[in-house]
């Protein structure tokens, strides 16, 4: 059973960045496909990017395209998202998400595996 730790919230003015990390417990991280959810207050998780394995392919949200880079070291074990041109509406708590058997990499439910979360605030 994998365990996720992410890491690399804060709070940061619109137009900044911030990267985060997920951290994964698994030595054979690089057979999961990973993904990155987000959690506003009062509403429901959503999908923000996700990554598979071979082939490499890479999910986005519209509304990230342009300005969150979704990326993994499998070395390392490690999922990272860089999120450039930061918005209110990107105010959140990220969660890293993972399996290994994933039909759809968008759907929430296709995930077992989940970090805490780390909380990502933008202000305006």
């Known amino acids: 059973q994998v365990q996720l730790v992410e890491s690399g919230g804060g709070l940061v003015q619109a137009g900044g960045s911030l990267r985060l990390s997920c951290a994964a417990s698994?030595?054979?991280?690089?057979?999961?496909?990973m993904g990155w959810f987000r959690q506003a207050p009062g509403k429901e998780r959503e999908f923000v990017a996700a990554?598979?394995?071979?082939?490499?392919?890479?999910y986005y949200r519209d509304s990230v395209k342009g300005r969150f880079t979704i990326s993994r070291d499998n070395a390392k074990n490690l999922l990272y998202l860089q999120m450039n041109s930061l918005k209110s509406a990107d105010t959140a708590v990220y969660y890293c998400?993972?399996?290994?058997?994933?039909?759809?990499?968008?759907?929430?439910?296709?995930?077992?595996?989940w970090g805490q979360g780390t909380q990502v605030t933008v202000s305006s």
């Open positions: 998400a993972a399996d290994i058997r994933v039909r759809d990499p968008k759907k929430l439910d296709e995930y077992d595996y």
């Open positions: 698994e030595r054979t991280f690089g057979n999961y496909v």
């Open positions: 990554i598979s394995r071979n082939p490499l392919i890479i």
